[in-house]
């Protein structure tokens, strides 16, 4: 299993995309930084393939006032949760 | 576990070099162990001695050099990212006739080399990017 690190909103650039396509069936996907406005009900449909592997880290989220806001499909972790994730998977990809 | 970081983001730019800086935190936080930053890109710009940001900002240079203190964290700068922007350290300021130098100890300048040998021998690599 891989996690890709997402720092980009969906709607700039490809980044969102690129991670996508390059994910097999285990990998999960961290949307940090502006890459949490891909947590939103309005943008989450783009992640439906993933569902249950997608995360958003909570202080980015906290930072851009979206905490409360996230689609409950998407698992909030903190940057401990984060570092766990990366503790979790065999190797991570960020995609800018 | 061995983790390293990889730092390709200039520092007050965008969030890149807070992102690395909180994460490197967080790893040595859960008791891992934490090798080395790697500046490369832009990212060179942490290295920056100069820097001085005002003192309601978080010191994103200072940052970096406590993790070295406490943690012996070694900071790697990429030379060739760093001269052509004009960072170097004492000897390469001397080496190009330069009078001054931007870049002094715990910061290090490193070549690419250094990062493959990370990517190979570190458990976990993870990067930060503008």
């Given at each position: ?96 | ?38 500046f490369y890109h832009d990212g060179v710009y942490n290295a920056a001695r100069l820097a001085a940001p005002p003192q309601d900002e978080p010191h994103l240079v200072d940052g970096w050099i406590t993790l070295n203190a406490e943690h012996g964290v070694a900071l790697q700068v990429c030379i060739a990212a760093a ?48």
């Amino acid at each position: 299993m891989k996690l890709h690190i997402v720092n980009r909103a969906p709607d700039a650039g490809r980044a969102v995309e690129q991670a996508l396509s390059a994910m097999t069936a285990e990998d999960r996907l961290l949307l940090i930084e502006d890459g949490v406005q891909g947590a939103l009900p309005s943008q989450v449909d783009g992640f439906a393939d993933i569902e249950g592997r997608l995360y958003a880290l909570r202080d980015d989220l906290e930072a851009r006032g979206l905490m409360g806001r996230h689609d409950e499909r998407v698992k909030v972790v903190d940057v401990d949760g984060f570092v766990t994730l990366t503790e979790q998977a065999e190797r991570t990809l960020s995609w800018y | 576990m061995r983790y390293a970081i990889l730092l390709m983001g200039a520092p007050y730019s965008d969030q890149a070099s807070h992102s690395a800086l909180r994460f490197a935190r967080a790893v040595l936080a859960r008791g891992h162990q934490l090798e080395t930053v790697f500046f490369y890109h832009d990212g060179v710009y942490n290295a920056a001695r100069l820097a001085a940001p005002p003192q309601d900002e978080p010191h994103l240079v200072d940052g970096w050099i406590t993790l070295n203190a406490e943690h012996g964290v070694a900071l790697q700068v990429c030379i060739a990212a760093a001269l052509r922007r004009g960072l170097m350290d004492e000897r390469e300021a001397s080496r190009h006739g330069k009078s001054g130098y931007s870049v002094e100890a715990p910061f290090e300048l490193t070549g690419l080399g250094q990062l493959v040998d990370l990517g190979l021998n570190c458990d976990r690599l993870v990067t930060f990017a503008s």
